[in-house]
Structures are given as C-alpha cells and as structure tokens.
C-alpha cells in the first residue's frame, strides 16, 4: 500500500485532511520503509504443507547426504541484462555516462534459455520452447554422465513443472533407474541452484557482449569457470535451508 492510497483512505474515514509526506514520516518514525517486494512464489495452503513434510523428512540428513544430489534447474539469460528493476549510484550529471545508463535495443535483444546441473554440473543450451521430447534429450545427453560421476549413491533433483513429470520423462528415469530426490512445488529456495545462477548471470553481464553468439560463448567461460568451492558452499547451505523452512511453517525464506 502506498502513502498515497493511505491518505485516501484515512480521509475517507475521518475527513481530515492529511499529506502523503506527513504519511511517511509517520511510517518512518514508527521504523517502516518502503522497500521493493522480494519476488517470491505464490504458495498455496498444500504447497506449505509440503514443504514442511519435506523439511521435517530432511532435517537430520548430513552433508554427505546432500552432496549425492545432482540439483538442476533451467534459466533465461538476457542479452541485455536483468528483467528487473535496477538502480545505479550517481553523482549529479552522471546521468548519461555508460556506467548509469541500462543499454536498450529496439526490439529487445533476446537471450538464451539454459538447462544446467551442479554437482558435476554440465550446462546445455535450449533451443525453442522445451517440451518433454526436448527434456528427456537433455537428460540422456547431460543429466546421466554428471550423475555417473557423482557415483552410484547419486539422486537427481528437478522441480515438478511439467515437462518433469509428464510420463516420458518419468518412463525415462524409471528405464535408467535413475534415484530420484522427492520435492515440493513452489521451492525454488531450496534449490542451490538458484543461486549459482545469480552468481553466473552477474558474470555474464560484467561481459558488455553484444549479439547472442558471444553471449552464448561468454556463458559456457564463465559456468566453466565457477570455482568448486562456490558450489560446495551452496550445497552446505541446505541444513539451513531445511531448517528456515521448519521455522517459517513451511513458507517463504530468505534464500
């Protein structure tokens, strides 16, 4: 709610009239600020449940444990940068230098769609939309040799969208007796994944490449050369992640 729609309403109620400044300094002093709102999923009653089910079954699994995963995920990178909103530090006049300015081309750019896995991690570029056809490719091309270097204690974790659990995909992981993690919809912060893709995406964008092409290649350096120690301190997170989901009742979390 803004301090304008607060204002309309206090003096839809009282009469009185009052400011939208005298609105927020009354909100300041009583220690609130605006902020953007944290873009998290939208959960449902039974998508809570199943993420504290799912954290009561995993609060006692050790590292170890949560090493044998494969975590996967797939993710849209832009040619030009984030889809959000950004802000830039600037003195004034500096409005116009490269540095503050957020570079727009006419007919948006593009960008790439990617599929990518961690522990072992291989990445593989999506062309076109992803159907299931698509995805069970992937799996066989990419997913089963990462799996196979993690050993034979390995399972694979994937969200529940639906080209994950139509039935070739499941008919598939099933003939290749692949382990699979069980996991609840609408859980992207217990996914280390999700965070490595901040971390590669930020990469890519300090790159300035200017054509799909280079940000296809620019891409593939930088996943390459995330450090093994980035990736051993997203999984050896997940204890804390269990348990912020335990203390939140199932809801969302800071990750």
């Known amino acids: 709610m803004s301090a304008a729609s607060i204002v309309a309403e206090v003096q839809g109620v009282g009469g009185q009239p009052v400011s939208a400044q005298t609105i927020r300094r009354t909100l300041h002093q009583i220690g609130l600020n605006g902020c953007h709102p944290r873009r998290k999923p939208l959960l449902k009653m039974m998508h809570k ?55 727009t081309v006419k007919h948006g750019g593009g960008s790439v769609m990617v599929w990518g ?21 992937i799996l066989k091309q990419s997913m089963i040799p990462s799996l196979q270097r993690l050993g034979h204690r390995a399972v694979f974790q994937h969200d529940n969208d639906a080209k994950h659990t139509s039935k070739m995909t499941t008919a598939l992981l099933k003939k290749l ?46 996943w390459k050369r995330i450090p093994v120690a980035t990736c051993e301190a997203l999984v050896n997170s997940m204890p804390k992640r269990v348990m912020a989901v335990l203390e939140n009742n199932g809801g969302h979390t800071k990750y």
Request: glycine share 4%.
């Open 117 to 137: 896995c961690m522990n072992a991690g291989e990445l593989q570029f999506i062309e076109g939309p992803m159907n299931a056809n698509m995805y069970c490719d």
């Open 49 to 103: 449940k199943a993420r504290k089910q799912f954290a009561e079954d995993k609060q006692t699994k050790d590292i170890d444990y949560w090493n044998r995963a494969l975590w996967s995920d797939e993710t849209k990178i832009n040619l030009f940068g984030s889809d959000g909103v950004k802000r830039v530090w600037r003195k004034p006049g500096e409005e116009y230098k490269e540095k503050c300015v957020l570079p």
């Open 177 to 222: 007796r692949v382990k699979m993690m069980d996991w609840p919809s609408m859980s992207p912060d217990l996914n280390p994944i999700e965070h490595l893709w901040g971390i590669l995406k930020r990469k890519v964008e300090e790159c300035k490449v200017s054509n799909i092409h280079q940000l296809c290649d620019v891409i593939m350096e930088e």
